[in-house]
């Protein structure tokens, strides 16, 4: 009887902790005596005629690449299959080309490892293909529903606190407001755990309205007890006073958070006369070595993927709840986008601490 092959692929935007993933899974499935095959650039190579794939082996985990950050598969974060962007500025939908590469190859499962967007797209994809699917959230976002967190995301908080961490004594040396922007999309968990365990004297989120009086009460506030500096975190999403997001057009259209930082570093310049410098920590969030948390979600989530591919249960997603991995409809994760809860235990600490969200 032929080995039961399965595919694992990466989508959206890479975190740390992806290939720490891509181990568990492979080992898992040894130990089952399945194969393993690495799917390309998301499900990008199963367009191609001769979709171009790689077998996965235990052994090529046995060195530096559970360490490392990036995904070996590649990953995209752009080109909906069911609109496709074409090379002459059309769009079309390649669903199908899909459907038939994974057939091509004679997978009976695939796992997915992806945020919110692309389960949407995948889930779409296993409906349509009659394609058996599990799904593993990473996120350095950390906004997928019904999961406590997902891959990536401690990795990104400890970068977005060490950068807290290298900014205050710079700050204190100059008697500076430092300004750090960080990434999420939609959602201010990165801020609002980096703040609390950085030491930030404001956090500003999307979930909760600022003014820039009230930033600036706290800033003065902090001054006047004698010290000489202030730190200030910002996620990508918060808006300008107006309402209007910060966005940065790249070459060919896309649109990404970016920018608000540098507005509200002045806003709080001319507020309290305090000279203000501003970081925006980008794509460092989600490159470097993922932290051993991390790695440990990564192995529990692989190995339970596995399991659930062996039990036949698809159309679920990996979960952590309550110290455990459970399993969870991907229709309802994709549905419980989660932003921060502005009564949960985060923003309850965070203003336990005196630190001000701006409002
Ligand atoms: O979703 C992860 C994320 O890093 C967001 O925090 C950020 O807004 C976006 O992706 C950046 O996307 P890109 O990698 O396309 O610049």
């Given at each position: 009887m032929s080995k039961k092959r399965i595919g694992i692929l990466t989508s959206g935007g890479d975190c740390a902790g992806l290939n720490a993933v891509i181990r568990a899974v492979v080992h898992r499935a040894d130990l089952l005596g399945w194969e393993v095959i690495g799917l390309l650039n998301g499900t990008a190579s199963l367009m191609e005629e001769d979709p171009e794939y790689?077998?996965?082996?235990?052994?090529?985990?046995?060195?530096?690449?559970?360490?490392?950050?990036?995904?070996?598969?590649?990953?995209?974060?752009?080109?909906?299959?069911?609109?496709?962007?074409?090379?002459?500025?059309?769009?079309?939908?390649?669903?199908?080309?899909?459907?038939?590469?994974?057939?091509?190859?004679?997978?009976?499962?695939?796992?997915?490892?992806?945020?919110?967007?692309?389960?949407?797209?995948?889930?779409?994809?296993?409906?349509?293909?009659?394609?058996?699917?599990?799904?593993?959230?990473?996120?350095?976002?950390?906004?997928?529903?019904?999961?406590?967190?997902?891959?990536?995301?401690?990795?990104?908080?400890?970068?977005?606190?060490?950068?807290?961490?290298?900014?205050?004594?710079?700050?204190?040396?100059?008697?500076?407001?430092?300004?750090?922007?960080?990434?999420?999309?939609?959602?201010?968990?990165?801020?609002?755990?980096?703040?609390?365990?950085?030491?930030?004297?404001?956090?500003?989120?999307?979930?909760?309205?600022?003014?820039?009086?009230?930033?600036?009460?706290?800033?003065?506030?902090?001054?006047?007890?004698?010290?000489?500096?202030a730190l200030v975190v910002v996620s990508e999403a918060v808006k300008t006073i107006d309402g209007e997001k910060f966005e940065v057009t790249y070459h060919g259209g896309e649109t990404r958070y970016g920018g608000i930082g540098q507005y509200l570093g002045q806003k709080i310049a001319e507020a309290t006369g305090f000279e203000t410098r501003v970081t925006i920590l980008g794509h460092v969030q989600r490159g470097g070595a993922p932290t051993y948390n991390d790695r440990l979600l990564a192995s529990a989530f692989g190995v339970k993927a596995v399991d659930l591919v062996r039990d036949g249960k698809f159309g679920r997603m990996v979960a952590w709840s309550n110290r455990e991995v459970i399993d969870v409809s991907i229709e309802d994760a994709i549905r419980a986008y989660q932003q921060v809860d502005i009564d949960g235990v985060m923003v309850k600490t965070a203003r336990s601490l005196g630190i001000s969200l701006g409002d």
């Open positions: 790689r077998v996965l082996k235990p052994n090529d985990f046995s060195g530096q690449i559970m360490r490392e950050g990036g995904t070996i598969l590649g990953t995209t974060n752009k080109g909906n299959p069911f609109a496709f962007p074409m090379p002459d500025g059309t769009v079309k939908d390649r669903s199908g080309e899909i459907v038939d590469g994974f057939h091509k190859i004679g997978l009976e499962a695939v796992i997915g490892i992806g945020g919110d967007g692309s389960f949407a797209i995948l889930k779409r994809l296993a409906d349509q293909g009659n394609i058996n699917m599990v799904g593993i959230p990473k996120t350095i976002d950390n906004d997928i529903g019904m999961t406590e967190t997902a891959v990536g995301f401690d990795t990104a908080v400890s970068v977005a606190t060490e950068a807290l961490d290298r900014l205050q004594p710079t700050a204190a040396s100059h008697d500076r407001v430092m300004i750090l922007e960080v990434m999420g999309r939609d959602a201010g968990h990165i801020a609002m755990s980096a703040g609390i365990a950085g030491g930030a004297d404001v956090i500003l989120i999307p979930e909760v309205d600022y003014s820039v009086d009230k930033i600036a009460e706290k800033i003065k506030a902090v001054k006047r007890s004698g010290r000489n500096f």
